[in-house]
């Protein structure tokens, strides 16, 4: 039989569809991370409560631990005594100052009058001497009542001062959650004396996950802010979970081990960070992911 010769424009499209390249199935995989906090107290102290537990979910103002403050209790009580004591000396160094200037009054007119009659000879040197002493000696009772009088305000702020950091440090006794979350570990137990700054529990918000994936240098000018990304998991098959792109590296880095990128053979990356909604709870920290993000060929490829 004669063979029928191809021709070249037939060939030449054969081999160029052969030789275009697969489109890859994800842009990228990494696994599910969360904001995570580690709680922990500002005082040092046994641990009279502790109502959580792992995996229970938390409101932000919700009660993580108790204290014990009974120390700082009885330090409150003492300096809420001495500023009642300073109030009941204000009062009475008021009338001392009072009673002073009542003193002083009269001796200034006994001693002007006494100044008058030494004058016209009419008094004796004692008595002039005793009226011009007990002048003086009202008027330096009146300084010194006034100096006690002034010294009050300033006592006050001290010790009103010293009752607010007391009452602060008694507020650190009662830990609680700073953001809503669920619980995930718990380092210390009721019963159980902690150090300042030791942490006792660890939370998570779940409620927005991310995933990091890395993107080869030529492919970062289809990355975008904000555009979409689409996310499977081996644990819902045949679902697709969206998200979008919150962050972008501005930095280059090699490629981290176990990590799957778009393009095998780049040796540096830009990270790019996929925020998820996880309203259900479906993603789990550590879990891994892939993803497909907008504007790469594969994002609606339908990819596994």
């Known amino acids: 039989m004669k063979r029928i010769p191809l021709m070249p424009a037939v060939l030449g499209m054969m081999l160029a569809a052969g030789c275009e390249p697969e489109t890859p199935a994800l842009t990228g995989s990494g696994i599910i991370e969360a904001e995570e906090r580690l709680i922990s ?24 631990a108790i204290l014990d403050v009974t120390g700082l209790e009885l330090e409150r009580q003492a300096a809420a005594s001495s500023i009642v004591e300073i109030e009941a000396q204000d009062r009475q160094f008021r009338a001392q100052v009072a009673q002073a200037q009542t003193a002083l009054e009269g001796a200034r007119k006994n001693y002007d009058r006494a100044r008058i009659l030494k004058q016209k000879g009419s008094i004796s ?11 003086l000696v009202a ?69 927005s996950v991310w995933v990091k994936i890395y993107i080869g ?15 499977e998991v081996d ?31 780049a040796d540096l990356v830009y990270a790019v960070k996929v925020r998820v909604p996880n309203p259900q709870g479906v993603f789990k ?15 609606d490829s339908g990819g596994r």
Do not use: H
Request: with cysteine; aromatic share 6%.
């Open 235 to 265: 644990a819902f098959p045949g679902r697709v979970f969206n998200g979008e792109i919150s962050w972008i590296s501005d930095r280059s880095e090699f490629t981290p081990k176990n990590i799957q990128t778009r393009d095998a053979r």
């Open 217 to 231: 240098a030529v492919d970062l000018g289809r990355v975008k802010l904000r555009a979409g990304a689409r996310i």
């Open 41 to 64: 107290a500002g005082m040092g102290s046994e641990i009279l409560e502790c109502p959580v537990v792992e995996g229970r979910i938390v409101k932000q103002g919700d009660v993580i």
């Open 285 to 299: 920290i550590g879990m891994p992911v892939d993803v497909r993000l907008e504007g790469f060929p594969e994002y």
């Open 125 to 135: 040197d004692q008595s002039y001497d005793d009226a011009e002493t007990a002048y």
């Open 139 to 207: 008027r330096r009772q009146l300084e010194t009542a006034g100096a006690l009088l002034e010294a009050i305000p300033a006592r006050k702020t001290v010790l009103e001062s010293q009752l607010k950091v007391i009452d602060y440090r008694i507020s650190t006794g009662t830990v609680t959650a700073p953001i809503d979350g669920t619980v995930l570990e718990i380092y210390a137990e009721c019963g159980e004396r902690i150090a300042p700054g030791q942490p006792i529990v660890k939370l998570a918000d779940l409620t």
